[in-house]
């Protein structure tokens, strides 16, 4: 009996399959956490571009002087950019107008952590207009959301654009 169990002992036939068992799960984790906080930088890129194009129809006048919604014309200018890793459906949009760039204010949020909005303003001629475009971004693996960002497993993006329309209401055309 002693020499079976000193025979099992000295073998090495399966220490490569025991060691790679057990490296197995970290590397997994990682190269998950990996893609995972890529695709979460992507649609905070998106998100920002998505937020420039749709305010470029604001700084330019063309939602202020739309026949229809200006609040639907500027959520659908975002949609159309951000539509591969954003649900257009959750994004908070809030457009105010300031009178000074002093004026600008943190965004305020409620007890849940989500952006709370004071309205679609968006101002006139050589107004200047306070663009904020809120998106809670929800991990695809839940074992990487809990350990990245919490019980929720959500970030919250907020891209922010402060400009001053130009003025497009000219004399005499």
Partial sequence: MIGFINRCIKKEDGSTAI???LLMMPYMLISLAIIEVSLMFM?????EGATDSAARLIRTGQVQQTAGDPETMFRNALCSYAVVLIDCNTMVIEVTT???YADYTAPTYDAGGNMVTSGFDAGGS???VLIR???SYSMMT???GTLL???DGATLFVSTIVLQT???EFQGA
């Fill in 19 to 21: 060691e790679f068992s």
């Fill in 43 to 47: 649609s905070a890129s998106l998100l």
């Fill in 98 to 100: 300031l009178t000074n």
């Fill in 126 to 128: 050589n107004d200047k």
């Fill in 133 to 135: 475009v809120a998106y």
């Fill in 142 to 144: 839940p074992l990487v």
């Fill in 149 to 151: 960002n919490g019980s």
């Fill in 166 to 168: 130009e003025p497009y």
